[in-house]
């Protein structure tokens, strides 16, 4: 008697970036620094009621957030990292094995894995030559069985955006009637003035949904919490379908407390965008092909390479990302640890 779904056994697995002793970690797109005092304050206060359950329905962080969105609590939902919002966005929009997600390729490597989670099958839409999801490729895959479509932006791994004016032609394409989920995981890194804000375009299109977290430039990565904004009755959807009590009680406080200081938070991503542009300069001058990037890594697709670069990068100490077939995501840190990995990036054999 077969007691598991079967196809589970091809289910592919969400690799986690490597964490080796002695090595830099430049695998996984952690800020290098940890959370401001105070924020690690709320957090151990909010552990001493750890006893406790934490408000099911997020409430102070949901009024927070729609305070800083301009927007009702109504169309705001909070989840246990954006993550866990893709999972919840399937379940609201796929019911049967026919239905269908669509999405570039590549891109987040859990859209796969939530997409079969929920029973629905992937179309994946193959990046352009540029590294830039192939929007007008996409819109032509939508069916009548489309549910739904992630568009990353900036695009992991390749950290390349998508423009207000490609988006809003992708939304008229795709028509109302398919929620277009615009993952904007990186969004307070973004500084170029064409890249879309999902903010700008969510009231007038009713299924857009834009996802973004509190795990990168507000340095919670390890406390999990993520928000969609929508229209009322997807964001009420989305809070249906949430794992009771999935955001804990130190995350909600940790969230509220960074955004206590979001100011000085969000001033530390400028010295990320100097770097990752003396980065990419530096790895394209010793012939590394590397597209321009609005995120805090940089994508080299070094193809069959892939994998033997992040073995050099690992020999000299630097932890990176592999995609094998693909490239190698690295995440942009401090001067010291990109040092490092330009040194190693510098004597891999070309």
Same mark, same amino acid.
């Given at each position: ?14 690799? $986690? ?12 797109? %952690?800020?290098?620094?940890?959370? *401001? ?7 151990? %206060? ?11 329905? @997020?409430?102070?962080?949901?009024? #927070? &957030? ?18 866990? &919002? ?13 239905? %269908? ?12 894995? @939530? ?7 992937? #179309? ?38 998508? =423009? ?28 170029? $003035? ?18 973004? =977290? ?62 990752? @542009? ?10 590394? =092909?590397?597209? *321009? ?21 690992? %020999? ?25 990995? &330009? ?8």
């Amino acid at each position: 008697m077969t007691l598991i779904r079967a196809d589970l056994d091809a289910l592919p697995a969400y690799v $986690p970036g490597r964490a080796v002793p002695g090595a830099v970690k430049l695998a996984s797109n %952690e800020v290098p620094l940890p959370p *401001p005092a105070s924020v690690l304050a709320a957090v151990a %206060e909010a552990a001493s009621g750890g006893n406790r359950y934490p408000d099911l329905a @997020v409430v102070a962080l949901t009024d #927070r &957030l729609a305070g800083l969105l301009e927007l009702p609590s109504e169309r705001i939902a909070v989840g246990c990292g954006s993550v866990s &919002l893709c999972q919840q966005l399937v379940n609201i929009t796929c019911l049967v094995p026919d239905d %269908e997600v669509v999405f570039a390729w590549r891109s987040f490597e859990a859209y796969p894995i @939530v997409t079969q989670i929920g029973g629905a099958r992937a #179309r994946m839409i193959p990046l352009t030559d540029d590294f830039r999801h192939d929007l007008d490729a996409m819109a032509a895959a939508v069916t009548p069985a489309t549910k739904l479509v992630f568009v990353c932006s900036p695009n992991n791994p390749t950290g390349t955006v998508v =423009t207000r004016a490609e988006l809003e032609r992708f939304l008229a394409a795709v028509g109302p009637d398919v929620i277009v989920a615009l993952d904007e995981a990186y969004y307070e890194y973004v500084d170029d $003035p064409e890249a879309v804000d999902g903010r700008d375009l969510v009231d007038a299109y009713p299924n857009l949904v834009v996802l973004r =977290t509190f795990s990168k430039a507000y340095r919670l990565a390890g406390l999990r919490v993520g928000y969609a904004f929508a229209a009322p009755e997807v964001a009420t959807a989305l809070r249906k379908v949430c794992s009771p009590f999935s955001v804990s009680v130190v995350a909600q406080a940790g969230a509220m407390a960074a955004l206590d200081v979001r100011d000085e938070l969000l001033a530390s991503c400028a010295d990320v965008r100097r770097e990752r @542009v003396r980065v990419r300069d530096a790895l394209v001058a010793m012939g590394h =092909t590397v597209p *321009p990037t609005q995120a805090n890594f940089v994508w080299l697709p070094l193809a069959d390479r892939s994998a033997e670069f992040a073995t050099h990068c690992l %020999e000299h100490k630097v932890v990176v990302r592999p995609f094998q077939g693909d490239g190698v995501r690295v995440t942009v840190s401090t001067p010291e640890e990109n040092d490092l990995l &330009l040194a190693a990036a510098a004597s891999f054999p070309r």
